[in-house]
Nanobody, 124 residues
Framework: QVQLVESGGGLVQAGGSLRLSCAAS????????MGWFRQAPGKEREFVTV????????YYADSVKGRFTISRDNAKNMVYLQMNSLKPEDTAVYYC?????????????????WGPGTQVTVSS
């Protein structure tokens, strides 16, 4: 069992930066792949990025590649999403998710646990 809580969302101007954090509880955190997804108003939730269980591989959606960076600290049970050069189209609720399979999954169905989400709003 893994509980996830996101933090770090807020309001930022276009071109600005935010760092999201995801705190995980549970002794087996290091076995999980960790992903970030987002859902904009009126749209379906979409994949943003994932990091494998050991941090050895990362994968990004084309829309955020080169602007966002995912990282993890297994000693602290934390996952981070550094978001730079933010655009108004990045406005969404951002969710942290954990996948027991440990690999770089992009499909939501592969994820076992989800956080409640944190709102990110980018103004133009």
């Amino acid at each position: 069992q893994v509980q996830l809580v996101e933090s770090g969302g807020g309001l930022v101007q276009a071109g600005g930066s935010l760092r999201l954090s995801c705190a995980a509880s549970g002794s087996t955190f290091s076995r999980y792949a960790m992903g970030w997804f987002r859902q904009a108003p009126g749209k379906e939730r979409e994949f943003v990025t994932v990091i494998t269980w050991n941090g050895g591989s990362t994968y990004y959606a084309d829309s955020v590649k080169g602007r966002f960076t995912i990282s993890r600290d297994n000693a602290k049970n934390m996952v981070y999403l550094q978001m730079n050069s933010l655009k108004p189209e990045d406005t969404a609720v951002y969710y942290c998710a954990a996948a027991a399979g440990g690999m770089a999954y992009s499909r939501q169905e592969e994820y076992d646990y989800w956080g409640p989400g944190t709102q990110v709003t980018v103004s133009s």
